[in-house]
């Protein structure tokens, strides 16, 4: 993932259920405004059924050059051919993922609210560090809160992106765009109501918050 076209994107990380109507909810969300990424997460199915799901998923955002990132798993991302893989603290390092994906993949970590964890991700070749919960979320439980003083200090010292995440919607993204982040990682925002009106929502503030940076 890169950061060109605008001073922060979308990055979208899917609900837990990816079945159903969902491949057309994922369509209806890309096609409303520029995303940069989305984010294959799903709990509780066996890499067989994951892969499953993620075919069809995969190749909507494939049509629509969009990345697509498996959530925790170096072996799903592997398996599926996937542009690359987001690691939390207990998912493998940095170095596995980039022998068992290559050069070319797009390797995330989580670091919560840790500069030493950051900084850590970097030195190992991370290819972006996610920083959160900035907000509060029902999407997953948080142990940590992140504040956007965080943003500015890695932007400052630091050229891999960073990626904001946790409790973030249209309303309060402001300050996490100005703070530097590259990307806001949305979850609940998006598909717990209309997808593509979100996406909408959040591409004008992307472009008229860049703008004011």
């Not at 969902?22 to 520029?34: I, K, T």
């Not at 893989?85 to 670091?111: M, P, W």
């Amino acid at each position: 993932m890169t950061a060109e076209t605008l001073a922060c994107q979308l990055y979208l990380i899917s609900p837990l259920d990816v079945g159903g109507d969902f491949p057309s909810r994922l369509a209806n969300a890309l096609d409303a405004g520029p995303v940069a990424a989305f984010q294959f997460r799903v709990k509780g199915v066996d890499e067989h059924e994951a892969a499953r799901l993620a075919e069809p998923l995969q190749r909507i955002c494939a049509e629509r050059d969009v990345a697509f990132i498996v959530n925790d798993s170096i072996s799903l991302a592997k398996r599926i051919k996937a542009d690359g893989v987001h690691l939390g603290q207990s998912d493998g390092t940095v170095k596995e993922a980039r022998d068992r994906l290559g050069r070319e993949a797009q390797i995330g970590v989580t670091c919560h609210a840790s500069r030493h964890l950051a900084m850590e991700a970097g030195e190992e070749g991370a290819d972006y560090v996610a920083f959160g919960a900035f907000f509060p979320t029902t999407t997953k439980e948080t142990e940590y809160r992140a504040e956007p003083e965080l943003l500015t200090w890695w932007s400052a010292l630091f050229e891999i992106p960073c990626v904001a995440i946790g409790g973030i919607t249209p309303d309060n993204c402001d300050a996490l765009i100005e703070a530097g982040a590259d990307f806001l990682a949305v979850s609940g925002a998006v598909w717990n109501g209309d997808e593509a009106a979100a996406v909408r929502a959040f591409a004008e503030k992307l472009t008229s918050v860049s703008r004011q940076s």
